[in-house]
């Protein structure tokens, strides 16, 4: 692995990524076409690795939210590290799309979805700066809270 400014910021928040999750269903974990990394959805997971399940608004505040977006951006960066073999290979974060478990009068989607794009900038700096869709669902696949999609350009 390269010494990347990606891994010293990682290191310095005392992050270690984890191993990639593997698909629990019928697509892959992430596909490129050209320079462009599409990364799948990644849903947020409690430190047991099970399904961080909770609507946001009703069982959930705004705060825990960002927090299980967070951790899907470290799930995000496992899964791109491993594709790519090397997170100096990144030269941008282009987009996230998120998904936000939500109750019908629950309005506050943009800020669950900072968790993960606010980290996803500090460990990348201006790499990291990328467009962005936040959605508030009725569902999401084993209840979970939130799921995050990312889309990079790579070298």
Known sequence: MSQDPAYQKLQALGITL????APVAAYVMS???GN????SGHIA???DGKPWVGKLGETMSTEEGREAARRIAIDLLATLQQHTGD????KRIVKLMSLVNSAPDYTEQHLVTNGASELIAEVFGERGRHARSAFGVA???MGAC?????IAEVE
């Open 36 to 39: 462009t990394v599409y990364v």
């Open 45 to 47: 997971k409690q430190p």
């Open 31 to 33: 596909a490129q076409s």
């Open 18 to 21: 984890p191993a990639a999750a």
């Open 139 to 141: 569902q999401i696949p």
């Open 146 to 150: 939130v799921e995050i999609e990312l």
């Open 87 to 90: 997170l100096g290979r990144v």
